[in-house]
């Protein structure tokens, strides 16, 4: 009875695995390149969120919710293009929410699937890098830190926190909360951008590139440190 048990959850376990694997790569294909062409062009975004009318907003989060799942699309330009649109404030708000459910999607889905999920997504050295995660009773501090320094790859973060101990809320919680200045950042550079604000535009760009360079370098270090930090407690 529990050979049968067993198998019938292994061939249910691969018939979700198999749907959700093949629902991603679908919309890889067919609309990720379409979406990433027209984000890159800011008034032409614009003027296709406003052809949805009073769901425009809508439209918007779930383009966000879907670079969030599929990482081929690039996140700052989608945040940016977010700003263009509805101003910093709104394209914060709309991002933040865009973020939370294309998170949510994809942690609730790691918890169902596993480790065959986040393998088919994240390379053996990656997955390597952050294994201490999934191993400790205690990641809330270490994932706060890792979501909010630039440079450290956000979309393999999400993948591997399905498979850690901690809990949901707090998760998305923290997730959005350390995300929460690079969002405002690139909502504010958009904004700043419609407004032809090149100046503005271009200092906060800088910054930005300054942050992001100096997470790169730093991150390994950054890894290192909490590793140390999980030993010591």
Do not use: C
């Not at 294909?29 to 032409?44: E, F, N, Q, V, W």
């Not at 294309?102 to 050295?125: C, D, E, H, M, N």
């Not at 390994?220 to 010591?232: A, F, N, P, V």
Request: aromatic share 12%; hydrophobic share 50%; net charge positive.
């Amino acid at each position: 009875m529990q050979d049968k048990d067993s198998k019938r959850h292994l061939l249910i376990h691969g018939i979700l695995l198999s749907i959700f694997l093949a629902l991603i790569i679908f919309v890889s294909i067919k609309y990720a390149p379409g979406i990433t062409r027209l984000i890159s062009h800011p008034d032409k975004f614009k003027e296709y969120l406003a052809s949805y009318g009073p769901v425009s907003a809508l439209i918007f989060i779930l383009v966000q919710a879907i670079q969030i799942i599929i990482a081929l699309i690039p996140g700052e330009i989608v945040q940016i293009a977010g700003g263009y649109a509805f101003g910093t404030a709104l394209g914060t708000l709309y991002s933040i929410l865009g973020a939370l459910l294309g998170t949510a999607i994809v942690f609730f889905g790691i918890r169902l699937l596993g480790y065959s999920l986040v393998r088919s997504f994240i390379s053996p050295k990656k997955l390597e890098k952050f294994e201490f995660l999934i191993n400790d009773p205690k990641s809330e501090i270490a994932m706060f830190v890792l979501f909010l320094i630039p440079g450290i790859p956000k979309d393999t973060l999400v993948y591997i926190s399905g498979l850690t101990p901690i809990k949901p809320v707090p998760f998305l919680l923290i997730s959005m909360i350390a995300r929460l200045p690079g969002l405002w950042g690139s909502a504010y550079i958009g904004a700043h951008l419609q407004k032809k604000e090149y100046l503005t535009v271009w200092i906060i760009s800088g910054i930005a590139l300054v942050l992001f360079v100096v997470g790169l370098l730093t991150k390994d270090k950054i890894i290192e440190g909490l590793h140390r930090l999980r030993r010591y407690r």
